[in-house]
């Protein structure tokens, strides 16, 4: 038995008070890690990023084409070590028309040049550049539509009509979360040559990647340069960029978010010092014996603070065993499957489990110092008159 | 009337006196008391309510200071003392049974007597050890895991004596220590008191409004409006 054993059990004396509030504390965890979660997650997407790999678009806007023949002249560039191009399809699976995936047309040898971080078994590799229909698909769309290599799959176009069909080739991973393992990519060849000619040979974007990082703000200059007076203009941007100029639209949003996650915190704080002072009242006679008894006024008051951690651990601890299930494998699950692009990683940072917990500790803290301080400082006589 | 008196005063009062302020308003509680007790005394304090006896029981037990005067107690001075020494001084010297008991209610009849060791810096068995042999003395050594509630009134105010005791303190100051208590009860505790008294030569003051209880102590002094009579 110790000062701080006893201010744990002092925390059991009331026990409703005690769930309540360590329930209080937990949700407020819970809903912290959520928020940071989803903050960290959406700027994970610029930094995970490739610095070396730059988009190229039609300068109006992404949905107008460029001709192919732009492609091959980027590739001329001095310092390109891969162009790749590609064409948004839009194509849905006819067995279930809400549901969204990228349904891309794409130069097998290109793409996987200049995604180098996606992953293919090679004899699939080989599979899908033999097989004019086969189809390239993320795992994780994959696991969803239940698809395995070799099956016949047919998708309705929305931009295209008709329906098109595919074999599945090869099931790609990413070992990075720069690439949405939920795409579909299938030749580009197979797609321009079912077109009427004059829409053939136009391709929807590029993406190229660079010798040197450091230059790839300077190759942009040039390509577009390149290319200004054109009747077509073009509009480059290393990938860095265009995530961090998308997620500028959401900057506010975000900071908002980070606002909310604090405080939510803050009424935690306050709850929980709100406990801490009721239990405190209720024993002021108990802590005016202690004091008779010889304690000091710095007992007492580690023995308050003491109780207040513990509440604040036990609810900090409680919540983050909550928020693994709920906000990595609940909600985190669902919207790497169905929001991947903008949630492409949705995991728990050890960082922000270890902030939540380290925040909760300080803000006990924080929230006992006013009842501890008074506890530590009462008259001994006057809070022993006091029938407590 | 037997006491274990040998002559050195214990406890000395010279024109001590106590004031409260409430609202700037001064209620002098005690007034300019004279009063010597020598080591080794039982003495009984009485008188009515509001008289000052729990006042004057604190100033002797090193709760409070007086407002004027010198009170000595174990030597010290305690009207010199700042906070921090008066709460060490208590921890050496004084025992202190209450009428409410005090026990604290999350901890065992043990855990409660050890409780006051927890500031001697003994390691963990020794504290154990006296807190078992101060519960003997009780008569409690079968309920030493009892918590608070799971115990009599009697048998909770003998915890408390056994807490008064564990450090070995010179003084046992006792505010109505049998005034909740039945009187079976309340012979137990004088009884109890009695014998810390004899065998193990503690100073005691008791206050009480019971004269039977009064009949048992040494001395008994009567204080009336802040004087005593
Ligand atoms: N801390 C204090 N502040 C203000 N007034 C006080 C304080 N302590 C005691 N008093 C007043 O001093 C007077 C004496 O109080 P005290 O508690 O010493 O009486 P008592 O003789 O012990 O009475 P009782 O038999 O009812 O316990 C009372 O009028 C009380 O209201
Ligand atoms: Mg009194």
Known sequence: MNLASIAVRNVGRNRVRALLTVLGVAIAIVAFVLLRTVVWSWTVAIEQSASDRIGIRHKVTMIMPLPLRYAEEIRQIPGMTAVAYANWFGAKDPRDENDFFATMAVEPDDILAVYDEVQVPPEQVEAWKQNRRGALVGDVLAKKKGWKVGDKVRLRGTIYPGDWEFEISGIYTASRATVDRSGFWFHWKYLNEALPPRQRDQIGWIVARVADPSRSAQLCRTIDEKFAERDIQTLSMSERALQASFMGMFSAVLDAIDLVSIVILAIMGLILGNTIAMGVRERTHEYGVLRAIGFMPKHILLSVLGEATAVGVVGGVLGLLLSYPLVERGLGRFLEENMGGMFPYFRIQPAVAGAALALTVLLALGAAAIPAYRAAKLNVVDSLRRVG | MTQATNGTPMIRLEKVSKTFYRDKE??????????????????????????????????????????????????????????????????????????????????????????????????????????????????????????PRQLSGGQEQRVAIARAIVTDPKIIVADEPTGDLDRESANEILNLLERLNREFKKTIVMVTHDPAAAERAGTVRRLDKGNLV
């Open chain 2, 26 to 147: 001064a209620l002098e509680v005690l007034k300019s008391i004279d009063l010597e007790i020598q080591e080794g005394a039982y003495e009984a304090l009485m008188g009515p309510s509001g008289s000052g006896k729990s006042t004057l029981l604190n100033l002797i037990a090193g709760l409070d200071r007086p407002t004027s005067g010198k009170l000595t107690v174990a030597g010290a001075d305690i009207g010199a003392m700042a906070e921090d020494q008066r709460a060490r001084f208590r921890a050496a010297n004084i025992g202190f049974v209450f009428q409410t008991y005090n026990l604290m209610p999350v901890l065992t009849a043990r855990e409660n007597v050890e409780l006051p060791l927890l500031l001697a810096k003994l390691p963990a068995d020794e504290r154990r050890k006296r807190a078992e042999i101060a519960l003997k003395v009780v008569g409690l050594e079968h309920r030493m895991d009892h918590l």
